[in-house]
């Protein structure tokens, strides 16, 4: 079955404490994204990649880092998280034309 | 920069009403359109997509929605809503900057049907 996992889908911590939310795909798919959704404001693309060890920022990548070192994985890495990062995050994955994607489950992040 | 437009931010609706949720977008050149629906407390399913063709286009659960080049509007419509219908309904849009694409998201509907 065609999956995109994130991990963990809950998370409260605290300002400064690092921190890793973690995105796979089982479909081979070369490009992958992290969205943030916030209310009345939508979706916001963070960080996107197209392939292994390629990524670039999107409309929002302040106080957010990436890493793509395999096909299948993503993560999102908040170093020093604060709360205006508080937010519902999704990966994505594109699939099945030049630009459906297809979202994980979301990760709920409160930062205090 | 493109943007896309949601002016209905809340819709109350009675089951069996007709729906039609607006949406517009800025960018003047090719693009391809979509429309995702999110129920409470999951994450975002494709309800359908344009890409060429034919401006009307037919999704899941009997959604469909109209291309308007002219008018910049992909507005989503289904004849009779279902108390199941009751989700967040995104408008999005992308377009090709180089060899990446970008899909940029309207703010959202958010839509009630009651019983």
């Known amino acids: 079955e065609a999956q995109v996992t994130q991990n963990p889908r809950y998370l409260i911590t605290v300002t400064g404490k690092k921190l890793t939310v973690t995105c796979s795909q089982n479909m081979n798919h070369e490009y992958m994204s992290w969205y943030r959704q916030d209310p009345g404001l939508g979706l916001r693309q963070i960080y996107y990649?197209?392939?292994?060890?390629?990524?670039d920022k999107g409309d929002v990548p302040e106080g957010y880092k990436v890493s793509r070192k395999e096909k299948r994985n993503f993560p999102l890495i908040l170093e020093s998280p604060s709360p205006n990062q508080t937010s519902l995050y999704f990966c994505a994955t594109r699939a099945g034309g030049p630009d459906t994607q297809y979202f994980g489950p979301g990760t709920r992040l409160t930062v205090l | 920069a493109q943007s896309v437009s949601q002016h209905n931010h809340h819709v109350i609706l009675s089951e069996a009403a007709s729906l039609e949720l607006g949406c517009n977008y800025s960018?003047?050149?090719?693009?391809?359109l979509f429309w995702y629906v999110q129920y409470p407390g999951q994450h975002l399913q494709l309800l359908l997509k344009y890409f060429s063709g034919d401006p009307l286009v037919k999704g899941i659960k009997g959604f469909e929605a109209e291309f308007i080049k002219s008018k910049f509007s992909f507005n989503l419509r289904k004849p009779s809503v279902q108390w199941s219908d009751t989700a967040e309904y995104f408008c999005?849009?992308?377009?090709?900057?180089?060899?990446?694409?970008?899909?940029?998201f309207g703010t959202g509907t958010r839509l009630q049907v009651t019983l």
């Open positions: 990649s197209m392939n292994v060890e390629v990524t």
């Open positions: 960018y003047g050149g090719t693009v391809n």
């Open positions: 999005a849009v992308s377009d090709y900057t180089g060899t990446a694409s970008k899909l940029t």
